[in-house]
Every structure is written in C-alpha cells, then in structure tokens.
T-cell receptor
C-alpha cells in the first residue's frame, strides 16, 4: 500500500466552479499535511499546510483534514484557468523527522 | 521569504562527464536539504536527504557514488552527477527546510539535465 494516494485524474472543472482534490494516507500517526501545485515543467510550489483536524482557509483555497479517516483534501473555489496544474499532496509520516511522502499528483484542468 | 535557488536551470552534457548542480537557500538557513528527481509525467522521487555538516542519507536504489551530495553550509548543497549517462536525463529539484519544529519544504526551480 502506498503511503500517500491521490487520484491521478485528469480532473476537469469549468471556470468558476469548485475543484475538489482528495488525498488519503496510510500512517495514522502522520502529523503534517501539505498541498503543492506544480505547473508543467516547473518545480512544486507550496499552497498551504495543515496540522489539525478541520478546515483551514487561505484565499480561494481550503484544506480539510480528517485524521480519523486518514483523509486530506483541497478545495479551490472560483476555479480559474491559471489553476490548471498538477496538485501534489505530501505527508510527513515519521514523527520527529521532516521527510515528506508525496502522492503522485492530480492533474487539474479548468475549462474557460 | 523562503526562497530557494538552483543553478544551472538547465544543462546539456556528453555521456561520461560529470555535472554539478547547486541549491541555495537565499533568505533562511536550511538545516536540511532534499534532492528529488522527476521523470516526465511522473511524481517526485526523493533521492537523498542531507543535513549540514553530515553525510547524506540516500534512498534505496540511489547510488551514492554516482550522485554525490555535499551540504557544506546552511545555505548551500550541491549534487554532482558523476559519469552521467542518457538515462540520468531528468528534472532534478532540491528543496530546503529550516527545521526548528517545522517540516515545510520549499522547492528550488529545478535543473533540467540532458545527457547526450
């Protein structure tokens, strides 16, 4: 079983809609969860991180964490064509270490 | 803040030669730096983790004698691909973390290596 799993997509949403990206992880002891965005040919850029159960909002982005279900998601409101990218979920599985385990990413396309 | 640079951004070299890639944290001290490799349409693959002043920890399957990592200071880590071959052609990305209770990694822009 992979440590971090994401649906590879592609996920297509119309402009202005809400895009929902999902991620599950295997280690119940995981503490830190990150969402990165990667444009084609570029390196990942941090969107946001979340440590506690519940929702965390930053502009049009909302991260949702449910540790009981081992599930973390990213919602993008009012999706724009510029949001079209691959979204990587990353989880710190090892307590006390700072290695991140990355999912394979979900390709999002926002259709104008 | 938390800016990481890499140099060069792209490099083309002949098979058998060595290539050095630099990763610098510009506005913070990075206690830990990471080196990743990414092939087209694939996810990031962690190659090694390095802490300043210590030997790098390599992931399984990564040859430490082929991919030499030096983390001589809190702001600089280098990756040297020795005796490069066409199969080493890839996108190499470093990231840095300042530790101190945070495990957030900030990525450099990446180096695209093409070995002819």
């Amino acid at each position: 079983q992979k440590e971090v799993e994401q649906n590879s997509g592609p996920l297509s949403v119309p402009e202005g809609a809400i895009a929902s990206l999902n991620c599950t992880y295997s280690d119940r002891g995981s503490q830190s969860f990150f969402w990165y965005r990667q444009y084609s040919g570029k390196s990942p850029e941090l969107i946001m991180f979340i440590y506690s159960n519940g929702d965390k909002e930053d502009g049009r982005f909302t991260a949702q964490l449910n540790k009981a279900s081992q599930y973390v998601s990213l919602l993008i409101r009012d999706s724009q064509p510029s949001d079209s990218a691959t979204y990587l979920c990353a989880v710190n599985i090892q307590t006390g270490a700072n290695n991140l385990f990355f999912g394979t990413g979900t390709r999002l396309t926002v259709i104008p | 803040g938390a800016v990481v640079s890499q140099h060069p951004s792209w490099v083309i070299c002949k098979s058998g030669t060595s290539v050095k890639i630099e990763c610098r944290s510009l506005d913070f001290q990075a206690t830990t730096m990471f080196w990743y490799r990414q092939f087209p349409k694939q996810s990031l693959m962690l190659m090694a983790t390095s802490n300043e002043g210590s030997k790098a920890t390599y992931e399984q399957g990564v040859e430490k004698d082929k991919f030499l990592i030096n983390h001589a200071s809190l702001t600089l880590s280098t990756l040297t691909v020795t005796s490069a071959h066409p199969e080493d052609s890839s996108f190499y990305i470093c990231s840095a973390s300042w530790g101190r209770g945070t495990d957030t990694q900030y990525f450099g822009p990446g180096t695209r290596l093409t070995v002819l």
